[in-house]
Structure formats: C-alpha cells, structure tokens
C-alpha cells in the first residue's frame, strides 16, 4: 500500500512534520519496515534565517524564516507571534499583538528578495492587525499572505478568538476594535480577511494578494503529484471542527482526495465536526500521548 502522511499541526503539541513521522513511523512498522516552513523546507529547500522580534506580549525572541533558492522570501505569522509561544494562562487578546509579525516582515524585506510569501495563521492575536500596522507600512516586492482559513474579518471574533483565550465577555470589545479601524473597512469581506485575528485585512490594507493557504502549501510540497500514487492519504489536525472545512489545510486535502477517488482517512485528537463520508479517528485526545497515538493510528491503517 502506498500512503501518504499530510498532517497539520497539533497546536502546542506536535508540528505538522512531526505529526506525519509519527504518522508514517507507525505505517512503516506495520508494513515491516507547529510548522508551514519546515514542511515547505523539506521539500524545496531554501537558507533558514533569523530575525529578533517581538512575541505576542513584547518579549524579545528569535524568528525564522526561509529563502527560497529562487528568491522568493517565506515568513510564517506563529514564528513571531504563535499562541504556542504564550503560556495557557498568559492569553488575552485584549493584551496580545502582532507587532512582531511586521518586525519580522521589515527584516525580511531589507533582505531585497524577489518575492513575499507570509503565511497567516496559529497566531496567539485578534487585533486586525493593529500592532503589524504601527510599524510596517508597505511592501517594496510583490507580497502572497496565504490565510489558513477563508474566514471574513469579524469571524476573527466570532469563530476563534475562544481558542486564543477570549473570554466570552470580552468578544464584545474585540468586535468593536477591530470594526474602528478604518483602514480595514474596504477589506472586510475577503475571503481570509478574518485568518490570524483579521491579519488577513491588515496585509490586504498594505497591499498583499489573499491566497488560499492550504492550496499553496499542497502546491510547494507537490501534493497532487504524490496524490496520484497514492493508495491511501492520512491527514488531520488537532481539533477536527467547523473551522476545519473553510480553509485549513486538512479539509482541502480531505477534498482533494475525494475528488481523485484516493482513501482518505482524517484524525483529530478531538473530532468535533465531519461531514458525511468522511472517514474519521479520535486520538486519545492525551497530548502527552499524541506520537504514540498517530504511530498506533498508522499501524492500524497499514495492517
């Protein structure tokens, strides 16, 4: 059987590389044998760099980013500014910003590359980007965000500000700050305006092209090639929800391989949402247990 391991991350636990060795390390023995970049390194290569910058609360931290030999420049939003970088009791996006995704991003660009890509999502923010917006101001090269979900601006609130440890107290507030900034009004309703708490509408204020996130990764990492020897697709994510289906990578894998006709099998450490058809497993939901979960899972699959 030919299997293909494509899993997402499971915030906080494992990153997606992780997850899929996992995965595959269970597959491989039955059969005998957090991160967008370092998936997208592993099959295009590139020079890791760094950069000092601001986390969600202003601490200084190192953030990486990868040069593509082609000159096209990578910078992934959870570096700088990623929910697993604040303690669990340390979230309030009242509090957090994302003034260090736009330091990271003017550092990038004094490295003059040829393009921009900056993947939005896993951020510990809802501001709308506020806090990019008081330092940087503009792109001087052509600029992709890629947002993880097709969200408009307000669902920033309304869908996930719960997740980066809104009270539902304060999801007033965080509506009506993210309704005055002007500057976002035009922008609202894109598809992924709302993607890393309203960074989408922030980059689209600057200038940045919206792209669908998952579709681009699956483009770098040659998914739809690797798709067509494939007998069997194993893809999943932390939490299997509503969220999972308007954009994350998961969900269009999950629609990929049903277009092809390829097995697909999904996996969540909670699986809270799935459409008909959809061939789902609940992990332990431990995650202390998450490797072993995802490596019995692929041994399961393979046997």
Do not use: N
């Amino acid at each position: 059987m030919r299997a293909l391991a494509s899993a997402a991350s499971l915030k906080g636990v494992l990153g997606a590389g992780e997850a899929a060795a996992a995965l595959a390390e269970g597959l491989r023995a039955a059969d005998g044998g957090e991160g967008t970049l370092e998936v997208v390194s592993t099959s295009l290569g590139g020079e890791w760099r760094e950069a000092d910058v601001s986390d969600p609360l202003g601490r200084p931290r190192s953030a990486r980013w990868l040069l593509l030999e082609d000159g096209t420049a990578l910078v992934e939003s959870a570096e700088a500014i990623g929910l697993g970088l604040v303690l669990e009791e340390e979230r309030d996006p009242l509090v957090t910003s994302s003034r260090g995704l736009g330091e990271l991003i003017i550092e990038v660009l004094d490295a003059d590359p040829a393009e921009l890509v900056v993947f939005l999502g896993g951020t510990a923010t809802v501001d709308g980007g506020s806090g990019l917006l008081e330092v940087l101001g503009g792109f001087s090269v052509p600029v992709r965000a890629a947002c993880d979900v097709r969200a408009p601006l307000l669902d920033a609130v309304r869908v996930f500000a719960e997740q980066k440890g809104a009270r539902a107290e304060q999801l007033g507030e965080l509506e009506r700050r993210l309704l005055a900034q002007r500057s976002l009004v035009p922008y609202r309703e894109l598809a992924g305006a709302g993607a890393a708490g309203g960074l989408g509408a922030a980059m689209a204020a600057l200038g940045a092209e919206l792209v669908d996130g998952a579709a681009l990764v699956l483009e770098f990492v040659g998914f739809h090639e690797r798709l067509g020897d494939a007998d069997l697709v194993v893809t999943g994510e932390g939490t299997v929800d509503r969220t999972t289906w308007i954009g994350k990578a998961p969900g269009e894998v999950a629609r990929l391989c049903d277009e092809a006709g390829v097995r697909c099998v999904l996996f969540g450490g909670r699986v809270l949402d799935r459409p008909d058809g959809v061939e789902a497993y609940e992990l332990s939901g431990d995650p202390a247990c998450a490797r072993a979960d995802l490596a019995a899972l692929g041994q399961q699959l393979a046997g």
